[in-house]
């Protein structure tokens, strides 16, 4: 019973790199999500998506990309990290929405100097 | 295992009625997070408690914080049909861990 898995579980960055967050679910959940949170802030998402080969922007998406090949995984790309991207990352899944739940990976803590 | 436990885990009120969410804590805890999802939409952050005792308000939410009991408690009073969704408890437990619950689904019957 994995659930969601994230990894890597800690890194930091040099402002300008490129790195890719991984997150792999394996309850065949339609729905999976990717949220930032900063300290007393709260989740704030940044990219989500219904199904494969489907997604869609969240609230702060800038510096971001994600894909969605398979059910399975949700990556989650930065291309030019910068400090403001300093911050822990959730993956998130759920079978749909509603009253269904989430089931949340353990968070990657990413910091970038 | 859980490490946050939320209960109930669904919940049909009738609009007006007072209702209370938990969410407990296997292990200490240094911050519970509450967030409520509307249907079709993402999380919505509500409120933030750090210190044992403390007790915020959002409208009509109010929020606990129990450390001894590792417990918070989410209430709303005079339910409308607007707090239906998904409500969420977020820990940062022992200092070095964040986890979430699994979700409480209000349902509120006009």
């Known amino acids: 019973n994995a659930g969601v898995t994230q990894t890597p579980k800690f890194r930091i960055l040099k402002i300008g790199q490129s790195m890719t967050l991984q997150c792999t679910q394996d309850?065949?959940?339609?729905?999976m999500y990717w949220y930032r949170q900063d300290p007393g802030m709260g989740l704030k998402l940044i990219y989500y998506?219904?199904?494969?080969?489907?997604?869609d922007k969240g609230e702060v998406p800038n510096g971001y990309n994600v894909s969605r090949s398979t059910t399975e995984d949700f990556p989650l790309r930065l291309e030019l990290a910068a400090p403001s991207q300093t911050s822990v990352y959730f993956c998130?899944?759920?079978?749909?929405?509603?009253?269904?739940?989430?089931?949340f990976g353990s968070g990657t803590r990413l910091t970038v100097v | 295992s859980q490490e946050l436990e939320q209960s109930p885990q669904s919940l049909i009120v009738q609009e007006g009625k007072n209702l209370t969410i938990n969410c407990t804590s296997s292990?200490?805890?240094?911050?519970l997070y509450w967030y409520k999802q509307k249907y079709g939409e993402g999380l919505i952050f509500l409120m933030m408690?750090?210190?044992?005792?403390e007790e915020k308000s959002h409208e009509k939410i109010t929020a606990k914080l129990d450390e001894k009991k590792q417990q918070s408690s989410l209430h709303i009073t005079a339910s409308q049909p607007s707090h239906a969704g998904i409500y969420l408890c977020?820990?940062?437990?022992?200092?070095?861990?964040?986890?979430f619950g699994t979700g409480t689904s209000l349902t509120v019957i006009p």
């Open positions: 292990k200490t805890l240094y911050g």
């Open positions: 977020g820990a940062d437990i022992s200092g070095n861990q964040f986890y």
């Open positions: 408690l750090q210190k044992g005792g």
């Open positions: 998506s219904v199904g494969a080969g489907i997604t």
């Open positions: 309850m065949n959940h339609n729905y």
């Open positions: 998130a899944s759920s079978r749909g929405q509603g009253t269904y739940g989430y089931t």
